[in-house]
């Protein structure tokens, strides 16, 4: 079998979920033409020999608008040639986090027309632009759901993905699977400090509740806990007022409180993740799978996290920690943190281990990717194309 495996993204948690996934479908036995920009860090990059590499080319993160618009508008160019070409070897394709609709759709009509099967990995199945909107934008909204019915076959992550799709677009279940985002790891997992240090990581947008950590641990120590905050990672460019919020809070009672602002790379998380007893991850409004939390969980790390999405499901595999409800507070997560801090940290560290050996297991990209292939060739791939 061969398939055009197509991405946007090349770095964090985006990025690694696609190049393990076309490494891991390449290692089951599948062709792969992975179109996407060059990995970040570059020895992440799928290196199997039965994947063909396309390299689109890499937008510009920072920097004068102009050049930014072209490198992006660039990106997409590369991958819709990338993708058409791949059409005298395959009429399979994959997408994982495709270009923005106004280019995709067209991408996915012409496939369609073409005769090619387009199977969709849905992350969010509502976009994190839209949260805390009172409605959807409606041509926003129009293209998603086209976009769900031009694909020929949907592959959520998550349960709660695929229900909203189900409930909040009405699709069919019969159009929609669920298989498991992958493990993530970054080397030999350290033991616990001890030193209460918690640690909040990722993309700090407002539906992961960073101010509301940030007052629960304010809360804690104004009671005499012995706890630190460490906070990595870069604020939502399209929300910058929610970060200026933190700010704000932090300079209220900044004792106990650091930040690392801006990319994190491979090297310095590990050593933020071997500083930390646990890992903050209270995220509300959240349907889909959290790399974050796996690395985490998978790093040997117990994790105070709102048991929905993807968190819900690794809770339910085996993963360690504290499940906060989906509408927890700045109250009910310092209610946890307190709760954290009553065990001592070797019994956390042996219930951390015993759960990522469960994790290894259910988590493996070979047993995943054969979920994928499995999907494909129930749903007409023809063998060798």
């Known amino acids: 079998m061969k398939i055009c495996f197509q991405t946007k993204t090349w770095g964090e948690g985006t990025g690694w979920f ?3 996934l076309a490494s891991a479908l390449a290692e089951n036995g599948a062709d792969v033409i992975y179109v996407a920009p060059k990995a970040v860090p570059a020895e992440r990059d799928p290196k199997h020999p039965r994947v063909t590499r396309y390299v689109s080319r890499r937008e510009l993160g920072n920097g004068p608008l102009l050049p930014r618009v072209l490198s992006s508008l660039a990106r997409v160019r590369d991958g819709i040639f990338g993708c058409l070409s791949a059409r ?17 759709l067209p991408l996915q009509a012409m496939l369609r027309l073409l005769g090619a099967r387009v199977y969709l990995i849905v992350h969010d199945a509502t976009p994190h632009a839209w949260a805390g909107r ?9 293209a998603l759901i086209l976009s769900y019915r ?11 993905c695929r229900d909203e799709m189900i409930y909040r677009y009405n699709l069919s279940p019969a159009r929609i699977s669920v298989l498991p ?3 993530f790891a970054l080397g030999a997992p350290r033991d616990l400090p001890g030193n209460g240090n918690l640690l909040v990581f990722g993309s700090l947008r407002r539906n992961k509740q960073v101010l509301e950590s940030i007052r629960a641990v304010q809360a804690c120590r104004a009671q005499g806990l012995k706890v630190t905050l460490t906070i990595a990672g870069a604020p939502d460019r399209a929300d910058p007022s929610y970060w200026a919020d933190c700010q704000a809070e932090i300079a209220r009672a900044p ?4 930040c690392d602002i801006g990319f994190v790379p491979d090297d310095a998380l590990e050593d933020l993740i071997a500083q930390s007893d646990a890992v903050l991850l209270p995220y509300r409004g959240f349907s889909s799978a959290s790399g974050v939390a796996i690395l985490m969980a998978l790093s040997q790390r117990p994790l105070i996290a709102s048991a929905t999405g993807g968190i819900r499901d690794l809770f339910d595999t085996g993963m360690t920690g504290i499940a906060l409800s989906a509408d927890a507070g700045a109250e009910d997560i310092a209610a946890a943190i307190s709760q954290f801090c009553a065990k001592p940290p070797a019994i956390w560290q042996q219930e951390a281990q015993k759960a990522r050996a469960i994790l290894l297991k259910a988590l493996s990209w070979h047993e ?6 499995a999907v494909i060739n129930q749903r007409g791939a023809v063998p060798g194309t």
């Open 368 to 373: 995943i990717a054969k979920g994928y292939l």
């Open 134 to 142: 009172a409605r959807p934008p409606f041509w926003g909204r129009l």
């Open 255 to 258: 004792d106990g409180i650091a």
């Open 18 to 20: 696609a190049q393990e």
């Open 88 to 104: 005298l070897q395959t009429n399979t394709y994959l997408f994982s986090i495709p270009d923005p609709m106004p280019f995709f």
């Open 150 to 160: 031009l694909s020929s076959h949907l592959i959520a992550t998550t349960r709660d």
């Open 181 to 183: 985002h992958g493990l």
